[in-house]
């Protein structure tokens, strides 16, 4: 967004770069030519979100297909585990080593 702000070709119709206090300012001439600058300006940032969201999605995808989802894992609840008569309990499983 910065290049269209501060690239004199690419500034908003009716605005200009004027030179305040040691830095350039961007300025427009009436009310209309400031909501059509601020308006073009919330466009271009909308199409970098879209943008950033869709390569984020391809690389994302791309990852997958290199890498690829091969553990799979089964899960069980913890109940059918303790049903099976397993114990959890790490201090029985010491005193059961002693």
Not at 49 to 58: E, G, H, R, S
Not at 83 to 93: L, N, S, Y
Request: proline share 1%.
């Amino acid at each position: 967004m910065g290049f269209m702000l501060w690239t004199p070709e690419l500034i908003a119709k009716g605005c200009s770069m004027n030179v305040e206090m040691g830095h350039a300012v961007v300025r427009c001439d009436g009310g209309k030519l400031l909501h059509r600058a601020k308006s073009l300006v919330n466009i271009e940032f909308s199409w970098c979100l879209i943008l950033l969201c869709i390569f984020a999605v391809t690389f994302y995808l791309l990852m997958v297909k290199i890498y690829g989802d091969g553990n799979h894992h089964e899960y069980s609840s913890v109940s059918s585990k303790e049903e099976e008569g397993e114990e959890e309990d790490v201090e029985a499983q010491k005193k059961k080593s002693l």
